[in-house]
């Protein structure tokens, strides 16, 4: 009965739609393709939403930010201002002169080689445009350009020192940033490379499936078989692995609202982790350093060797202001899951190399590892546990005995019962 209908359904095919004719079958392949991939449409590649608000467009609105007291976003009727009477093409034209594309006979470097516009994946010691144009967006020409002739600092009178502008350039570039004040920056827009290959074997697979039940043109049907089982496997790969890594982000590094560099203060200045992170042996959280802290050192040193004076001023306002500096988190699990540094670095004396990787060689900090559960699960496995002398493990006398007499000769995390689900899904 069902071969009966399958060749009936055919054969109607073959005499309505004419399949004999290339254009047709074109058009219903394309049609069959896009009705598959619209049902099995996959979870795109996207960046963690914590990403977005990462970067410093979203560290603050910056719709108030530039709106402030001096009126920077007042528009008119006819849109031809947008911005402290700025127009259209005073903006366009002081963007091209940031980006070093005017005047014809520019003799300097370009603003945008040293003020970036996009986030890279090294540390540029340089402030970027964003943050030039939010810091001076309340500010008038006189103070602004005040700033770029009359540089104070080490490092800025070297970075300025041959830089030759007029005002009237210096006005447009201005115009510019209070633009890019008002407005920000385009945010990166997500990959379809998925979507893309996605696309095309919905297209092998549906050419398979006509191929086997309609066409039955190719003389070795196992070409159509394999072209359907291996399409069909990847389609299947690709959704799996998209929701697999839904809520992990291994090598996250957002931007910061201030270039700090763990390279310089934890490996080349020395200091201890837990000297900024005082929670990390008694909390569930290692903590965040609150600007007091931070003002321990910097209220001597107001200016680095690589970011001059800006990045540290980002502290010293801070400070001034009674405001706090918006840092993003990381490191980010599940809310269903539990965790501790309390147990692992108080009472486990894990240190945060383990999982935290190289800080000490980081100028951006970045996450490590995965923070799966296979990954937790197998370090529990792996890692030995310090019972000598740690009197948070007195209770495993059993345990202890078998140390002194030799039956065992060390302890894992995975036999004090680390690995027990309601350890961590409480």
């Known amino acids: ?36 991939f619209a049902i099995n449409l996959p979870a795109q590649d996207t960046i963690p939403a914590d990403t977005l608000k990462s970067t410093p467009e979203g ?57 970036i516009l996009k986030q890279t994946d090294t540390l540029n010691w340089n402030p970027s445009a964003r943050d030039i144009a939010l810091k001076y967006a309340d500010k008038d020409f006189a103070a602004f350009k005040q700033v770029i002739m009359q540089p104070s600092g080490i490092k800025m009178e070297a970075s300025h020192k041959d830089f030759n502008i007029d005002d009237e350039n210096l006005k447009e570039v201005k115009a510019y940033l209070d633009n890019l004040a008002q407005t920000g920056q385009a945010h990166v827009k997500p990959s379809i490379d998925n979507l893309l290959i996605f696309l095309f074997l919905g297209l092998l697979l549906t050419w398979a499936i006509i191929e086997l039940i309609f066409l039955r043109k190719l003389k070795w049907k196992f070409i ?43 490996g080349d200045n020395g200091i201890d982790c837990k000297y900024c992170h005082t ?4 909390g569930k959280s290692a903590g965040i350093p609150a600007t007091n802290l931070c003002m321990n050192c910097h209220i001597i040193i107001r200016e680095g060797t690589n970011s001059g004076k800006f990045e540290i ?12 500096i918006e840092w993003v988190r990381i490191h980010n699990l599940p809310e269903h899951v539990f965790f501790s540094h309390a147990v692992h670095v108080g009472s486990g004396k894990l240190d945060c190399t383990q999982c935290h990787g190289q800080v000490q060689e980081m100028d951006i900090m970045k996450q490590q590892n995965d923070l799966s559960m296979g990954w937790c699960v197998n370090c529990h496995r792996d890692t030995k546990v310090q019972f000598a002398e740690n009197p948070y493990y007195d209770q495993y006398i059993k345990l202890h005995e078998d140390l002194r007499t030799g039956k065992i000769d060390s302890i894992t995390a995975e036999q004090i019962g680390a690995n027990d689900c309601m350890k961590c899904h409480y």
Not at 17 to 25: A, I, M, P, T
Not at 279 to 282: C, L, Q, R
Not at 313 to 324: L, N, S, T
Request: glycine residues 4%; neutral net charge; hydrophobic residues 40%.
């Open 1 to 36: 009965m069902f071969i009966t209908k399958l060749n009936s359904m055919r054969e109607f095919f073959q005499r309505k739609v004419n399949l004999k004719s290339k254009s047709n079958f074109i058009f219903l392949l394309f049609f069959i393709t896009c009705f598959t």
């Open 59 to 115: 560290l603050a609105d910056t719709t108030q930010v530039a709106a402030g007291d001096s009126g920077l976003l007042e528009k008119s009727e006819d849109h031809s201002v947008v911005s402290n009477g700025h127009s259209h093409d005073e903006i366009n034209r002081g963007e091209r002169i940031f980006m070093g594309l005017l005047p014809f006979d520019i003799k300097y470097e370009s603003c945008v080689s040293c003020h």
């Open 224 to 266: 159509p078989i394999i072209i359907l089982l291996g399409a069909f496997s990847w389609q299947v790969q690709i959704i799996s692995t998209d929701a697999m890594r839904l809520g992990r982000q291994q090598d996250y590094a957002p931007d910061q609202p201030v270039k700090f560099s763990h390279k310089v203060h934890a």
């Open 279 to 282: 929670t990390v042996e008694h």
């Open 313 to 324: 001023a980002k502290i010293v306002d801070a400070v001034e202001k009674k405001k706090p």
